[in-house]
């Protein structure tokens, strides 16, 4: 799993969520040994429910893919962030009993000293539910710091062997 991460300016954003969804289907599958289906749907809502599309899952987890960056001057990217709050929105309307994670690509701002997770966990943390684990992908090791967002804590970054 330890491919670099293309940065191919010539990929339609599209086409870039598409191929960082396959990188986390492959590395739930090999790291984690666990298979999830590709646009996993599921019903969720308030008082009235609808059929939603997660990236990934199965009968025990869901999956939002993000595959942000900060932006060239080392700004926020404001328009991924709503995204970002949208599922956490999205985790939160979901049945309860899901393992809820956001595989997220790591993307360290070293004006900021912190990767784009650590900044949305801090900034944001009024709108994470309780329940969401935040996978943050290095595309160099091919492995993830993974953070419990319950606990408030770095659980552990997997090594591979």
């Given amino acids: 799993m330890s491919k670099q991460f293309p940065n191919n300016a010539e990929m339609s954003n599209s086409a870039k969520g ?4 396959e ?44 595959r942000n960056i900060w932006t060239e001057s080392g700004n926020i990217p404001s328009a991924k962030i709503s995204v970002w709050n949208e599922a956490m929105y999205y985790f939160y309307l979901a049945p309860n009993g899901y393992k809820k994670i956001l595989f997220a690509l790591r993307d360290y701002n070293q004006k900021r000293n912190k990767t784009l ?3 949305y966990v801090e900034k944001y943390n009024f709108l994470i539910p309780k329940d969401v684990i935040f996978y943050e992908y290095d595309p160099n090791s091919g492995c993830c710091k993974i953070y419990d967002y319950e606990k408030r804590k770095l659980l552990l970054t997997n090594k591979r062997s």
Avoid: H, P, T
Avoid at 18 to 21: M, S
């Fill in 117 to 119: 997770v650590e900044y």
């Fill in 18 to 21: 598409k191929e960082f969804e």
């Fill in 23 to 66: 990188i986390a289907y492959k590395y739930f599958l090999e790291m984690e040994s666990i298979e999830l289906q590709k646009e996993y749907k599921i019903e969720i809502g308030l008082e009235f429910q609808k059929g939603r599309k997660f990236d990934l899952g199965n009968g025990k987890i869901l999956v939002e893919c993000k």
